[in-house]
T-cell receptor
Framework: SQKIEQNSEALNIQEGKTATLTCNYTNYSPAYLQWYRQDPGRGPVFLLLIRENEKEKRKERLKVTFDTTLKQSLFHITASQPADSATYLCALDMGNTGKLIFGQGTTLQVKP | KAGVTQTPRYLIKTRGQQVTLSCSPISGHRSVSWYQQTPGQGLQFLFEYFSETQRNKGNFPGRFSGRQFSNSRSEMNVSTLELGDSALYLC????????????FGAGSRLTVL
């Protein structure tokens, strides 16, 4: 079955630095790969989606890369701010099924 | 545009009881999915409904069931509750076909004693 792994340990960085989060998966590549942000006590919020034929996607301070050979996605937050502190989830999306396979999430803490 | 609304937000039940959770999707969204989130297992897919039909189901026992109404509102039911059913139950809706970009509700936090 499809498996997905994110760094289970929390990531602590200083304000202004770039945070890089990793998402690895096994087996076949998804049609899309998505990233969500989740704050305590809230539902996940969609951030970015990247298609299997795309290498990189950007949105403001966020950048996602997708390497289907390595079966890996990297999520970058540049010029990080304390408000970026949250848990970030990656999800495999096979397309039009309503089902996402989520990683366990990586908790990011940005210190002032 | 109102977001995805879930009720109740918090509830406490005892083992053996049953519970019904409700979800109102974003207006115009016809697909509703349900997920269970626990610290140990993370977010796990329960099922998806589209136009009142269950289209996909995750690996959960038959105690977990759901339905969708003609106005796209959805309910999920868990019967014969077990301690391990304590979790955050999240509902999500989506509009288009293709990519599953989901809009989640805030969740219903279920505690089973």
């Amino acid at each position: 079955s499809q498996k997905i792994e994110q760094n289970s340990e929390a990531l602590n960085i200083q304000e202004g630095k770039t945070a890089t989060l990793t998402c690895n998966y096994t087996n076949y590549s998804p049609a899309y790969l998505q990233w969500y942000r989740q704050d305590p006590g809230r539902g996940p919020v969609f951030l970015l989606l990247i298609r299997e034929n795309e290498k990189e996607k950007r949105k403001e301070r966020l950048k996602v890369t997708f390497d289907t050979t390595l079966k890996q996605s990297l999520f970058h937050i540049t010029a990080s701010q304390p408000a970026d502190s949250a848990t970030y989830l990656c999800a495999l999306d096979m397309g039009n099924t309503g089902k996402l396979i989520f990683g366990q999430g990586t908790t990011l803490q940005v210190k002032p | 545009k109102a977001g995805v609304t879930q009720t109740p937000r918090y509830l406490i039940k005892t083992r053996g009881q049953q519970v019904t959770l409700s979800c109102s999707p974003i207006s115009g969204h016809r697909s509703v999915s349900w997920y269970q989130q626990t610290p140990g297992q993370g977010l796990q897919f329960l099922f998806e409904y589209f136009s009142e039909t269950q289209r996909n189901k995750g690996n959960f026992p038959g105690r977990f069931s759901g339905r969708q109404f003609s106005n796209s509102r959805s309910e999920m039911n868990v019967s014969t509750l077990e301690l391990g059913d304590s979790a955050l139950y999240l509902c999500a809706s989506r509009y288009s076909s293709g990519a599953n970009v989901l809009t989640f509700g805030a969740g219903s936090r279920l505690t089973v004693l």
